[in-house]
């Protein structure tokens, strides 16, 4: 069993940054391929972000800008999504998840097999 648990969300202003997290705990996490998805207010989960177990590989979800970056630490049993110059439509909350086997598709949220309860992100114009 792995437990996620993120953190870092709030109320910031258009244009600011956040770093989210996500501790992970229980089983393995330095194999684990950890993603991060967003869901807003009536619409379905977005995959924005992925990464392998030993951070060497990343993934990207093809309509993400640049304004996104996924990392993580091992030793710390956490996985990290910042963003930059946040826009109103960024306003979401937001899951780390995680895949204990490598997802043939990383963006397809059934390929992996925990979630956590998820961060609200409301950015304001």
């Known amino acids: 069993q792995v437990q996620l648990v993120e953190s870092g969300g709030g109320l910031v202003q258009a244009g600011g940054s956040l770093k989210l997290s996500c501790a992970a705990s229980g089983r393995t996490f330095s194999t684990a391929t950890m993603g991060w998805f967003r869901q807003a207010p009536e619409k379905g989960r977005e995959f924005l972000l992925a990464i392998s177990g030993s951070g060497g590989r990343t993934y990207y979800a093809g309509s993400l800008s640049g304004r996104f970056a996924i990392s993580r630490d091992n030793a710390k049993n956490t996985v990290y999504l910042q963003i930059v110059s946040l826009k109103p439509e960024d306003t979401a909350a937001y899951y780390c998840?995680?895949?204990?086997?490598?997802?043939?598709?990383?963006?397809?949220?059934?390929?992996?097999?925990?979630w956590g309860q998820g961060t609200q992100v409301t950015v304001s114009s």
């Open positions: 998840a995680a895949a204990m086997s490598a997802p043939v598709a990383a963006h397809d949220p059934n390929q992996y097999d925990y």
